[in-house]
């Protein structure tokens, strides 16, 4: 078992050989180079040490979330493709930051807030089409940074709340590849919101699947995807189970009465969320 410092600027990792030395890399802890160091005039101690990170130009949110989430984007979320996280250590507080292009001309920080709200819905629908069991991620504070890396006196907070549910298990084993690395490519979750840059429904829909937790949205959400399938038509050759799920949702979302009424076997909410799921990974 590796062992680290408790204070994130003097973060070291011993004892790792050359073929180890992704390991930190892979748990989120930045980038990472050798170094020797001589301690009271014995045998230099050899291990790899962050290095820091130099932040982009422009407007910054803080993720926040536990940390299974936020491995997840910091692997589904590189440079240079848009959006992307960038690590920065902030005194002794390290954030996760997400930064976009598309931000590039908002002049005000209610402009920002809004687009960042916005990318950060689209993210988490993103995140439950690639992982099912993911957890929502959340705005922390808003940063600007100048050219040269310091920051502008722009600090906007915001607040969250998380639950913490069972158990949640991640692999993220690709810098261990051997041979020569993949030509760099977007990854399937940056693949989507691209789409929905340009595709008004493809951007509700990714809003409407983070939440899959009552019938309204859910509503919204089976009609947007007939929208993208081509019809209701296609979407049932897709999901056998989708006119009753349908048929279930505007019940639910009306008031009691004779108009709306159940199919023979009603679909749960759990079902409904996870017929959308397998229809979005099957349409963008």
Known sequence: MYQSCSNARDLMWKNLSDSDKYLPYLMGLGTFKRFERTQDNRKNLVGWESVPVTVSE???????????????????????????????LDGETARLLLRSKMWAGLGTTGEMMAEARRLVDQINGAHLVGQSDAKPITAGITLRFRADGTRDHVMIAATGHFKLEGMRVRMHLSNLAVGPPPEPA?????????????????????????????????????????????????????????????????????APGPKHTLPPRPATIDEGREILLRIARAVI
């Open 58 to 88: 422009g407007w910054a949110l803080e993720l926040c979330g536990e940390a299974i989430d936020l491995d997840d984007l910091r692997e589904a979320l590189r440079p240079p493709f848009d959006p992307w996280v960038e690590e920065y």
């Open 186 to 254: 977007p990854s399937p979750m940056q693949r989507r919101i691209a789409r929905a840059v340009d595709n008004e429904i493809v951007a509700d829909f990714l809003t409407f699947i983070a939440r899959l937790d009552n019938w309204f949205d859910l509503y919204k959400a089976l009609e947007l995807a007939e929208d993208l399938c081509g019809g209701e038509t296609d979407a049932k050759r897709l999901e056998p189970r989708w006119k009753s799920l349908k048929r279930t949702a505007n019940r639910y979302r009306h």
